[in-house]
């Protein structure tokens, strides 16, 4: 310590400072420090977590009063608040754990049963197949001319009933009470190729300079069991740009589960990106207000963290019908809030805020969707 009475050097910088100060004016330490005590290492844990608690009580209070914390941030007011950036991770931890485990008990159970659906319709296809390949003359020794084996192969076939996609699948094509369907081209031969399908394959090729889009149905084995090769020597596939893609949608029907948990663990991305380029249109639309991009970068991280927040409760309650029936009306109160934040922290009139908002969100859902699209072909690539 320094022999004048009038000024104390700071222990951990060095710096001299009045005692009278609280604090070290250079590097922010107490300038008294407590012992090096139990009770004393307590007390200050407890100041620590006690303080961040409170600034975290007070910020996500704020943060349902539309635009309040950023008005507040734009203010100055800035010591007793989590910094925007803080409010947007902790909010968007919260969410992504609730939407990963929404999505691994929702489509897990989807995708579970929609597996099964394949499987079991693959089985009956390869029955199909084993029938259709009996020689009819072995029906001879019942007394059965051909066209009359032919008629009891239809009617083993017609009594077949194909499993119905589960009822809340995009793949929901089959009725379970209809037996199989006989087109004409049955009545002669019976093949498995000529079975009704619920899945396609499309391919891109340049034959000689031209363009060509092929669309391939698959049956219920080809999905069941991929053989890429098999499908590229069916359909006549001659570049190696449709060899490969051919080879790459095979591998997704097969492993459909896994492309759906790597394509929603990038939406954390896709939410981020997005709002970097909504803040860059907010700054260019309110480019005659005093508001940089950063200001515009804050309320979103406000607004998103809000967002975050509600999506969860409503996830949070996804045991009870009338939550699972209000989805509209947790949009609504997301859509209100944004308006409400646009006309405090801007402080136009109704109509101008009303317009921007509307034009806000048309351009978010072109931008957002945009960015999914390229998310999910990024992500077909990758896989």
Known sequence: MNSNKEVVD???CGVSFSPADKFCTNCGQKASLPGLSLLSLIKEYIDIVFNFEYRLWISFSHLFFPGKLSTQFFEGKRQKYLSPLRIFLISGLIH??????WVNKKFDKQLSSFENYIQENAFKEQFISNIDSLPNNIFTIEGLDTTQAIAVKEKIIQR????SAPTDSLFNKFNEDEPISM??????????????????IFVIENIQGKWTIQSMPLSFTEVYNPDPEHIIKKANIRTDFGKWQVRQEMKLQKEIKNFTFFVTSQLIWMVIFSMLVISLFQRIIYFRLPFYYAHHLIHNLHFHA???????LFMLGQEYKFIVESFNLFIIIII????LALKRIFKQGWFK???KALLIDLTYLIISTSILLITVIISMLRF
Request: positive net charge; hydrophobic residues 45%; charged residues 15%.
């Open 10 to 12: 700071c222990p951990n």
């Open 96 to 101: 992504f754990a609730l939407f990963g485990n």
């Open 160 to 163: 077949l009933k194909f499993k």
């Open 183 to 200: 087109s004409k081209e049955w009545k002669d031969s019976l093949t498995v190729d000529s079975l009704p399908g619920s899945f396609q």
């Open 306 to 312: 809000f967002s975050f927040l509600v999506i969860s």
């Open 336 to 339: 209100i809030y944004q308006f």
């Open 353 to 355: 805020t009303i317009f």
